[in-house]
């Protein structure tokens, strides 16, 4: 599926579910998220010069 960007986000999620099974995955998710979640609080705290524009809870970060 190399034409399709959103195929290979969709085939690459599949693939990960079968290896590593749904609690897995979602063990895999939380611990991201919890990290991205810390890197954005880290950054608001340690360097107030750039804004963080990643409002929403995934594991972008957006900065300014």
């Given at each position: 599926?190399?034409?399709?960007?959103?195929?290979?986000?969709?085939?690459g999620t599949w693939a990960a579910l079968?290896?590593?099974?749904?609690?897995?995955?979602i063990e895999n998710a939380k611990v991201?998220?919890?990290?991205?979640?810390?890197?954005?609080?880290?950054?608001?705290?340690?360097?107030?010069?750039?804004?963080?524009?990643?409002?929403?809870?995934?594991?972008?970060?957006?900065?300014?």
């Amino acid at each position: 599926m190399a034409g399709s960007r959103p195929g290979n986000t969709i085939v690459g999620t599949w693939a990960a579910l079968l290896k590593i099974g749904q609690a897995g995955y979602i063990e895999n998710a939380k611990v991201i998220l919890t990290a991205c979640s810390e890197l954005k609080k880290a950054i608001r705290t340690e360097v107030p010069e750039l804004i963080v524009a990643t409002r929403d809870n995934s594991c972008v970060v957006s900065l300014i």
